[in-house]
């Protein structure tokens, strides 16, 4: 994917779809994308499937595509991810899926986080999944916006305050949770957080707190326990800390930071965060 902070800034959740097809080559790159992105950072087994209710003997287009909040999809992506003991499944898929939400819009294509309200069994049973070993926490629609946005996608947006991102100084903290983090600190770096930022999360709450410590950055949720626990199983926000994890080392790549991720809780102060994931600079 080529400059990545650009298609991060050029993604944003598009509920409204018109009928222009999605060209076979471009379904094609996106199979093959799923292929070799099959498992996290740490290692959860993971699969994604395109499907496809464009077909003109498709009626399933119809119950797919006009469920809910998302008007007008054909084509839809859904994944699944191995079930595990903890939640750190939840961030290897979020990490995951946004590389796939990524290289769907640096293809141009439209896409939409879905983890609350969509047809969960209709998707499942669509993916073949395997319910003893498998969830299916998420999915998208896929294809081109339309150019006029139905009620419903503004209602959302509105809601969620979509278009807008709490600044630096309430995301990102140094040494510990009392000094603030600026952009003039990260210098030339500063896009590493600031894509971290712009990510998407469920109803745009940007649960992710980091704290820079050295060379190090430690990522930190949060939790909002209600939100977390209306479906069992799977935590969106633990997503969330996957989708900055995935922000944060596509563009340490870009910048070519090398680094690794590491569960390893540092003594500093974080008040009520939960500690979830550090980035270690060095090393590979
Ligand atoms: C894990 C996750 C689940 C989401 N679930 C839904 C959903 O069920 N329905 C929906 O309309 N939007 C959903 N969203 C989209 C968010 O509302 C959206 O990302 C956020 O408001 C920021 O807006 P943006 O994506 O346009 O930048 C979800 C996002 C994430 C990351």
Not at 39 to 61: Q, V
Not at 76 to 97: C, L, P, T, Y
Not at 115 to 133: K, P, T, W
Not at 209 to 220: G, L, Q, T
Request: proline share 4%; hydrophobic share 40%; glycine share 8%.
């Amino acid at each position: 994917m080529k400059d990545i902070f650009q298609i991060i800034r050029e993604r944003y959740s598009c509920r409204t779809y018109s009928d222009i097809p999605i060209e076979e080559d471009k379904r094609k790159k996106l199979r093959d994308f799923f292929k070799e992105n099959d498992e996290g950072p740490f290692k959860s087994r993971m699969r994604f499937k395109l499907l496809e209710f464009d077909n003109p003997d498709s009626d399933k287009a119809i119950k797919f595509g006009t469920y809910g909040t998302i008007r007008g999809a054909k084509v839809f992506i859904a994944g699944a991810v191995e079930k595990s003991q903890g939640s750190i499944n939840m961030e290897d898929f979020g990490f995951a899926m946004e590389k796939v939400i990524l290289y769907a819009t640096s293809l141009g294509l439209n896409t939409c986080w879905l983890g609350g309200i969509f047809r969960r069994s209709a998707f499942a049973q669509e993916m073949g999944l395997n319910v003893n070993e498998e969830v299916l926490p998420a999915a998208t629609p896929l294809g081109y916006a339309a150019v006029r946005k139905s009620v419903i996608d503004f209602v959302i947006r509105r809601g969620a305050k979509s278009s807008s991102r709490k600044p630096w100084e309430q995301l990102f903290f140094k040494g510990g949770l009392e000094i603030p983090l600026s952009e003039q600190d990260m210098g030339n770096h500063a896009r590493l957080l600031e894509a971290v930022r712009l990510a998407p999360s469920a109803s745009n709450k940007q649960p992710w707190r980091i704290i820079k410590d050295d060379d190090s950055f430690h990522f930190y949720l949060k939790r909002n326990k209600t939100y977390n626990s209306i479906i069992k199983s799977i935590s969106l926000q633990d997503i969330d800390i996957g989708i900055a994890m995935c922000h944060f080392e596509l563009m340490a790549q870009e910048m070519a930071m090398t680094g690794s991720w590491i569960i390893s809780e540092p003594e500093v102060e974080c008040g009520d965060l939960e500690y979830i994931v550090s980035w270690v600079s060095g090393g590979k």
